[in-house]
């Protein structure tokens, strides 16, 4: 937690300093009333006092009281300022952080810990620097200055006074000892409430065709139970709390004033005023400890669950990348779109198996090199190795014969244009789309204009009402799947790389656009590396060279007509989907 605070920034310390101010200002006021209403306690006895001076006393009671009062707005403004502030600048560092994450961080800590940890775990925080700047400042300094008002007093005030702490300190413990376990549960049912939404969210149209909604509700049911039961529990624990401080409020009242009445009983006639007087002041100074006390109670209670969700904060932003940027911009040995795999070997973390073995092949500037194989046996992840989404785990991937580990990302990025095998589109419009991301190059309407017609969306584009300023939701929503992946290809050729990675990108076009795009892209980015991945031969047979990798290892090589003579796999694979006459 205290590795949090230190991000503080100057001006932040310098709200916490001025909050600090108005409190020991606040403090003071609220402490310089009981004199006051000693004061007019002793009047109020005296003969032949004039009530002028009762109303002057009582008026500057009241001005304490509204002086006090603007102080504690005034820290509460501070404070909020502060907490608001540090939220967004740990949410932006979140942020940041999670953007230099590869794959494996993000498939460690999970999409819905990562939307957890950013929103509710930074709030919890904030709540507690909303409250802590109020009452962490207040209630020490209030409870010292209140002890050295009353010390002096009788020894038996003093005494119940302190057995009332005890109490307080005893009844907060073990409230506090009993539900602590508990807190540190609850943000990891929150994690859980999180995924279990977001999937049915995201898969909602699988959830209405397979009529899942009842296992859907009895996962959500089951997470809600289970994060419901874990409050209920810790609530209950903290529920004796108050009842319990009031009680310890209620007795010590109670003792002040029947100690005060045994004591004003045995007193002579002109101490018995002052004794009065004295136990008016005393009861309102022990409150003053004892509000203090409870200040710090209220602490208590956010400090378990903020104190587990910076820790949750921390374990992100302590997070190496374990991606490392190179520091390579710019190949200076004059090889432009070439593409090595020497040897390469991959693992996933965590994995029994390697998923890919010694794979070596490459793919020189203007080729075009497809890879083929049964599903699952290591294509996409071959490719995802390129734009270094993982990093080999035995081998070398080169781009323009330098290692992509020694690239610095950007620069490696800026190479390539990549279509994912689910096509990814953002909130926004066609132009934002297509002329997405940044790569040193600034891309021109027109130039946005020839990427959708190159990737053959000019035909809905155009139709739609704005055309190329025409709204596309969020995930593409208001698309269709062959809509949305000819705008991510538009996406990657608007970009103008050297080499394109397209990741069975053309597997929901017809076949008509699929060779239609295929064949607009040998015209206009006929210069570029082209790496694609498909399960349909016709989408592959033109290219230079054919991969063929079976359960995670290279089964042949070479063209269509070289591996339909010496590569069984592939053989198989192509009479699975064309007659002998439309292979011949
Ligand atoms: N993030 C991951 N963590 C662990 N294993 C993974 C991960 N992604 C893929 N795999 C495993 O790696 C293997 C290869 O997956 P990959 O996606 O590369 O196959 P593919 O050949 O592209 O398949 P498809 O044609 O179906 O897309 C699979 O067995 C899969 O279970």
């Known amino acids: 937690m205290l590795k949090l605070f230190r991000k503080f920034t100057a001006t932040e310390w310098g709200l916490v300093g001025l909050a600090l101010v108005l409190i020991v200002i606040q403090v003071w006021l609220e402490l310089t009333m009981p004199s006051y209403m000693s004061e007019i306690t002793m009047l109020v006895q005296t003969e032949g006092s004039a009530m002028s001076e009762i109303l002057s006393a009582g008026g500057m009671m009241l001005a304490c009281a509204l002086g006090s009062l603007a102080a504690s707005i005034g820290t509460a403004i501070c404070a909020s300022k502060v907490a608001a502030n540090f939220s967004a600048n740990i949410r932006g560092e979140l942020f940041q952080k999670v953007q230099s994450f590869s794959m494996e961080e993000i498939g460690r800590f999970s999409n819905a810990s990562l939307i957890t940890r950013s929103t509710n775990d930074v709030m919890q925080v904030q709540m507690l620097v909303v409250l802590g700047m109020q009452m962490l400042l207040k209630a020490p300094i209030m409870a010292v200055w209140a002890i050295v008002k009353i010390s002096g007093k009788s020894w038996q005030w003093t005494f119940s006074t302190g057995m009332a702490v005890v109490a307080l300190v005893v009844i907060v413990g073990i409230c506090i000892l009993v539900a602590m376990p508990k807190f540190k549960k609850m943000q990891i049912l929150t994690d859980d409430i999180n995924r279990v939404t977001r999937e049915n969210l995201t898969g909602l149209n699988v959830v209405r065709a397979y009529n899942a909604e009842d296992y859907q509700e009895k996962k959500f049911e089951t997470a809600n139970n289970n994060l419901t039961k874990t409050q209920l529990f810790s609530s209950r624990a903290m529920s004796f709390m108050m009842p319990g401080i009031q009680l310890v409020m209620s007795g010590l009242g109670l003792a002040v004033y029947w100690i005060g009445a045994y004591l004003i009983q045995n007193a002579g006639a002109v101490e018995k005023m002052t004794l009065f007087s004295d136990m008016v002041v005393f009861s309102q100074y022990a409150m003053q400890v004892v509000m203090s006390f409870m200040m710090l109670v209220m602490i208590f209670i956010l400090l378990p669950r903020a104190s587990v969700s910076a820790k949750r904060i921390n374990e992100v932003l302590n997070t190496e990348p374990t991606i490392e940027d190179g520091t390579v911009t710019k190949s200076d040995n004059g090889m432009v779109g070439e593409v090595e795999f020497r040897d390469v070997s991959f693992r996933y973390p965590d994995a029994a198996d390697d998923v890919l073995s010694n794979i070596s092949f490459t793919a020189h500037k203007g080729e075009t090199v497809a890879l083929i194989g049964s599903t ?44 994912s095998q689910k096509a990814t589109l953002f909130s926004g419009t066609v132009q934002s789309n297509v002329n997405y991301g940044d790569n040193g190059k600034t891309a021109q309407p027109s130039d946005v204009i020839d990427a959708v017609y190159t990737a053959q969306a000019n035909d809905f584009v155009e139709k739609m009402e704005d055309g190329y300023d025409g709204y596309i939701a969020q995930g593409g929503a208001n698309l269709s799947g062959g809509q949305k992946q000819r705008l991510s290809i538009a996406r990657a050729v608007c970009r103008r790389p050297e080499i394109f990675i397209f990741d069975d990108s053309f597997s929901a076009l017809d076949y008509k656009t699929d060779r239609d795009v295929r064949k607009a892209l040998d015209k206009e980015c006929g210069g570029s590396t082209r790496i694609i991945v498909a399960q349909r031969i016709g989408t592959i047979r033109d290219a230079d060279k054919i991969i063929v990798l079976d359960e995670g290892k290279i089964a042949g090589m070479g063209t269509h007509d070289e591996l339909m003579k010496n590569c069984e796999v592939y053989k198989q694979i192509a009479l699975s989907q064309l007659s002998k006459e439309e292979l011949a």
């Open 376 to 419: 699952g046996c290591g294509k996409s992840t071959a490719i995802n190795l390129i734009p270094r989404f993982y990093d080999a785990t035995k081998g070398k991937v080169l781009v323009d014969g330098i290692d992509v580990r020694e690239y610095s990302q950007k620069a490696l990025r800026n190479k390539i244009g990549y279509v």
